[in-house]
Every structure is written in structure tokens, then in C-alpha cells.
């Protein structure tokens, strides 16, 4: 399991004076970075293949309250990978210093190519790297079905 230390900071509280919304999701992202860094998949890295990860949909249960000053641990794992690498899902989980789980995160994400704006699968060196990754238990191989059971059809807006 990989993990990152965090403070909460004045502006990470809202007007309940506890962590806000956004904060959660801006240190989870940062989590996410630290780690893809970690692992060689760094900004100059991505830069030579052109790619980067988009975020389909991040869901989040909260359990607990954090406060201002107070040290909190967000864990990273991998829940599923698809076999090209395309897409990956990831979960967050966020501690406070006495262990307590605070919030829980999955997400579902790709890759995709910065010049055609399409999802893409991972080139062999990426692929490599990914068997490095940190499991979850539940640790799936992804299917495009995987990616598709919260879609939508179209609806007509012109009526």
C-alpha cells in the first residue's frame, strides 16, 4: 500500500471548520501524482508518449470529521487494471493520526493521448511498471463493461 502525509491547513476547512469537500479530492490528486511520480510515470515521462490520466467518476464516503492542524494519512491501492492498461481504478482511503478511517475513495480512470484526444492504451514501459503497483484485495482485471455500468443514454434536450 502506498501512503502520503498530509496537515490540514486554514484553507482546506470550510464553514463547518472541518476538511472540506474539495480538499479530500485535492489530497487524494496530490496522493495520486506523489505515487505515478514514484513509479516513473512522471510529467516528462507521460510528455515523451504524449498521454495523461483523465477521471471518469471518483465516489466518496465519509465516516469521520477532520480538523484544522490535525495530520491525516491518505493510502493508495489499485482495484483494477485493464489488461492494455487503458483504464485503472483506484482506492483512496484517509486516516487521521490515530488510524481512524476518515473517508473512502474509488475512482475509475484512463489514459489518453494528449494529440487525438482519445483513450489509449499504455505503451510496453508503463505496462512493466503497473505490475508494480500495490494491490487491493478485491484487485480485478477491467473490462470495458467495468467502465460502462454508470453511463446514460442521450437524452433530447430540444423539447
Known amino acids: 500500500m502506498y501512503f502520503k502525509n498530509f496537515e490540514i491547513r486554514w484553507s482546506d476547512v470550510d464553514a463547518n471548520r472541518h ?5 479530500y479530492v485535492n489530497f487524494m490528486s496530490h496522493t495520486r501524482v506523489a505515487f505515478f511520480e514514484d513509479h516513473n510515470f512522471s510529467l516528462s515521462n507521460l510528455v515523451k508518449y504524449q498521454i495523461s490520466p483523465v477521471i471518469f467518476y471518483e465516489h466518496i464516503y ?3 470529521e477532520a480538523f484544522l492542524g490535525t495530520p491525516i494519512r491518505v493510502s493508495l491501492e489499485i482495484k483494477g487494471l485493464s489488461e492494455d492498461g487503458m483504464f485503472f ?13 476518515l473517508a473512502n475513495c474509488e475512482l475509475l480512470g ?6 487525438t484526444r482519445s483513450l489509449t492504451p499504455l505503451p ?4 512493466t511498471e503497473m505490475e508494480t503497483f500495490p494491490k487491493s484485495e ?18 433530447n434536450l430540444q423539447s
Open 19 to 23: 476538511l472540506a469537500n474539495s480538499a
Open 124 to 127: 510496453t514501459e508503463f505496462l
Open 62 to 64: 465519509y465516516f469521520k
Open 89 to 101: 481504478m483506484i482506492e483512496h482511503n484517509i486516516y487521521n493520526h490515530k488510524g481512524e478511517n
Open 138 to 155: 478485491d484487485f480485478k482485471i477491467l473490462t470495458k463493461d467495468d467502465t460502462r455500468k454508470f453511463g446514460k443514454k442521450p437524452i
Open 110 to 115: 484512463a489514459w489518453i493521448n494528449l494529440e
